[in-house]
Nanobody
């Protein structure tokens, strides 16, 4: 399985971006997709995740109400719509795949595959 994330960029505070992550060679069973982010000198942190059906989504408190995760299984793609961006959202964003299937987990150690990261920079 390979994950490729794209859509990052430079945006002013209050602006928006939409990240995408395409999975190739996906596993034959259901899987959870998640987004994490890592700022320079800091640990990687959970942002959001979604089950295969899309019926369950989980968000970090810091992004609730501003970010929306969704997925298109026909395209093997997960999205992260980021609105009302703040300078504190500046980080490299990584998509990840968890083979567990049904449980949305927020620990990076639970995820099996990772994309290469896409940089999001929010200026004040």
């Amino acid at each position: 399985v390979q994950l490729q994330a794209f859509g990052g960029g430079l945006v002013q505070a209050g602006g928006f971006l939409r990240l995408s992550c395409a999975a190739s060679g996906r596993p034959s069973r259901s899987y959870v997709m998640g987004w994490f982010r890592q700022a320079p000198g800091k640990e990687r942190k959970f942002v959001a995740a979604i089950t295969w059906s899309g019926g369950r989504t989980v968000y970090a408190d810091s992004v609730k109400g501003r970010f929306t995760i969704s997925r298109d299984n026909a395209k093997n793609t997960v999205y992260l719509q980021m609105n009302s961006l703040e300078p504190e959202d500046t980080a490299a964003y990584y998509c990840a795949l968890d083979l567990s299937g049904l449980v949305v987990r927020d620990s990076s150690s639970e995820y099996d595959y990772w994309g290469q990261g896409t940089q999001v920079t929010v200026s004040s």
